[in-house]
Nanobody
Framework: VQLQASGGGLVQAGGSLRLSCAVS????????MGWFRQAPGKEREFVAS????????SYADFVKARFTISRDDAKNTVYLQMNSLNPEDTAVYYC?????????????????WGQGTQVTVSS
């Protein structure tokens, strides 16, 4: 199973980015997907998750309606639209595929991980 994340980069505070994660080697539509992030010196933390059906989503409190997770089963891809970015959002963002169909917020619930994509927000 391979997860390839892309879309990171350098953006000014208040700007937007859309992350993508393409999945291969496992039935994409059968599993929930998620995004996590890890800032330097900090633990990897949950950002957002979407169920296999796409009907349910879950977000970390710090997202505060700024981020939107979505999936396109025809493209085997999950997205994270990030708006109103601030410097505290600077981190490596990881996509992951869960072991279940329902939204998952804990790291142990995820079976496969991508390599991460760097997001840097300047003030």
């Amino acid at each position: 199973v391979q997860l390839q994340a892309s879309g990171g980069g350098l953006v000014q505070a208040g700007g937007s980015l859309r992350l993508s994660c393409a999945v291969s080697g496992r039935t994409f539509s059968s599993y929930a997907m998620g995004w996590f992030r890890q800032a330097p010196g900090k633990e990897r933390e949950f950002v957002a998750s979407i169920s296999a059906s796409g009907l349910s989503t879950s977000y970390a409190d710090f997202v505060k309606a700024r981020f939107t997770i979505s999936r396109d089963d025809a493209k085997n891809t999950v997205y994270l639209q990030m708006n109103s970015l601030n410097p505290e959002d600077t981190a490596v963002y990881y996509c992951a595929q869960a072991s279940t169909t329902v939204v998952a917020v804990a790291r142990y619930e995820y079976a496969y991980w991508g390599q991460g994509t760097q997001v840097t927000v300047s003030s």
